[in-house]
């Protein structure tokens, strides 16, 4: 899976790695839902961390499209919530 942190660059997560991410991103959905700030800065924190260190940079000159994109660590916690829910059309 082919994950973008916006104004980073993209990394390649597979196996244990993906599965961490798919846990961690689900509770990282619940802190945002509760809108508890410090638990969602720790929690996202920990997402970007997990895909930074456990994910292989893809190199910038190649072009793939990004399975999943994560907004730049100096997102708040109201723009995650914007971000996150769905708005109906």
């Known amino acids: ?7 980073e ?3 390649d997560l597979e ?6 991410l798919k846990v961690a991103d689900a509770h990282l959905l619940e802190v945002v839902a509760q809108a508890d700030e410090e638990a969602f800065r720790r929690s996202f ?3 970007l961390d997990l895909v930074r260190g456990r994910g292989k ?3 910038t000159q190649r072009l ?3 399975d999943l994109v994560l907004p730049s660590s100096d997102t708040s916690l109201d723009e995650a919530r914007s971000m ?3 708005h109906p059309a």
């Open 64 to 66: 793939v499209e990004s």
């Open 57 to 59: 940079p893809v190199p």
């Open 1 to 7: 899976m082919i994950v973008r942190i916006l104004g």
């Open 9 to 11: 660059g993209q990394f």
């Open 15 to 20: 196996g244990e790695a993906l599965a961490a």
């Open 45 to 47: 924190r920990d997402v």
């Open 84 to 86: 996150f829910t769905e």
